[in-house]
């Protein structure tokens, strides 16, 4: 198993920037793939980025693009999502996640079978 810890959220004003820690531990051998997930309320879960920890092929919802970098430490486990002009749409609980998804599918949630418990993202 693996276990994902995050870290990083809180309340921010809009423009505002915040920085989200995931740190993994336990068998991550077969973690080919971290990304970051967020669900408003009353919303699905969605994919904001992943990144592949071999190649650090980097995918971004287009939501993201240009205001978010997702970057890693493969010799920590971890994974990092910084997020810069963060909007009120931002606001959620962000969700780090680690599996082994295929290609082209990597910000879909049901690719990866590992979660943390996540952390609050306000933007008001």
């Known amino acids: 198993d693996v276990q994902l810890v995050e870290s990083g959220g809180g309340s921010v004003r809009p423009g505002g920037s915040l920085r989200l820690s995931c740190a993994a531990s336990?068998?991550?051998?077969?973690?080919?793939?971290m990304g970051w997930f967020r669900q408003a309320p009353g919303k699905e879960r969605e994919g904001v980025a992943a990144i592949h920890r071999g190649g650090g092929v980097i995918s971004y919802a287009d939501s993201a693009k240009g205001r978010f970098t997702i970057s890693q430490d493969t010799t920590k486990n971890s994974v990092f999502l910084q997020m810069n002009n963060l909007k009120p749409e931002d606001t959620g609980m962000y969700y780090c996640?680690?599996?082994?998804?295929?290609?082209?599918?990597?910000?879909?949630?049901?690719?990866?079978?590992?979660w943390g418990k996540g952390t609050q993202v306000t933007v008001s």
């Open positions: 996640a680690a599996g082994q998804p295929q290609i082209f599918r990597r910000l879909l949630a049901d690719q990866y079978n590992s």
């Open positions: 336990g068998n991550t051998y077969h973690m080919f793939c």
